[in-house]
């Protein structure tokens, strides 16, 4: 079993819609819980990054964190063309340094 | 600022061969790391190194791949000989030792073995 599960996708979403991403885990002793998103043939970019269970918020982007059940999430309101990327999840485990555990990543089609 | 610069960008060679991969990190951070991404998967962790010393390369297939990171600035990565199942995307980070907001990565080389 992997440490970090993410359906691959593809997630196909008209222009406008909300697009809800997930990732689950099994090792409790991650704390940090991370969101990148990755053009084709370009390197993962740090979108959202949280500690706490809870909501954050930043512009069209929301990141839950439930450690209770081991799941967080990423919203994306009012979706563009150009959110059209693979999203991935990321956690670290403090006893890690900053080592990253990722997810396969959600490959995500926004159409106009 | 700049941000973390690879070469190449593309790189095609025959099983068995050798291949080197170049890393310079953005200026002042100490942390870098080697990823691996193979197609339809999330980077994996190969080696960390904090200034020019290893803190982590538990995944690092040791008998082919080797790194270094001399004067604590930029890095190498070389496959030795390379294998089929070595085709991936090879990714640099780095970073502040603390801070993972800092965490920045390059585009990466990818490489196929044929």
């Known amino acids: 079993q992997k440490e970090v599960e993410q359906d691959p996708g593809p997630l196909s979403v008209p222009e406008g819609a909300i697009v809800s991403l997930n990732c689950t885990y099994s090792n409790s002793a991650f704390q940090y819980f991370m969101w990148y998103r990755q053009y084709s043939r370009k390197g993962p970019e740090l979108l959202m990054y949280t500690y706490s269970s809870g909501n954050k918020e930043d512009g069209r982007f929301t990141a839950q964190v439930d450690k209770s059940s081991k799941y967080i999430s990423l919203f994306i309101r009012d979706s563009q063309p150009s959110d059209s990327a693979t999203y991935l999840c990321a956690m670290r485990r403090p006893a890690a340094g900053n080592k990253l555990t990722f997810g396969g990543g959600t490959r995500v089609l926004v159409k106009p | 600022e700049a941000g973390v610069a690879q070469s190449p960008r593309y790189k095609i060679i025959e099983k068995r061969q050798s291949v080197a991969f170049w890393c310079n990190p953005i200026?002042?951070?100490?942390?870098l790391y080697w990823y691996q991404q193979i197609l339809g998967q999330g980077p994996k962790l190969l080696i960390q190194f904090q200034n020019n010393g290893v803190v982590d390369d538990s995944q690092l297939p040791k008998d082919r791949f080797s790194a270094e990171r001399l004067k604590g600035v930029d890095s190498t990565l070389k496959i030795q000989p390379a294998k089929l199942e070595d085709s991936a995307v090879y990714l640099c980070a780095s970073s502040l030792v603390e801070g993972l907001e800092s965490y920045t990565f390059g585009s990466g080389t990818r490489l196929t073995v044929v």
């Open positions: 200026s002042g951070h100490a942390t």
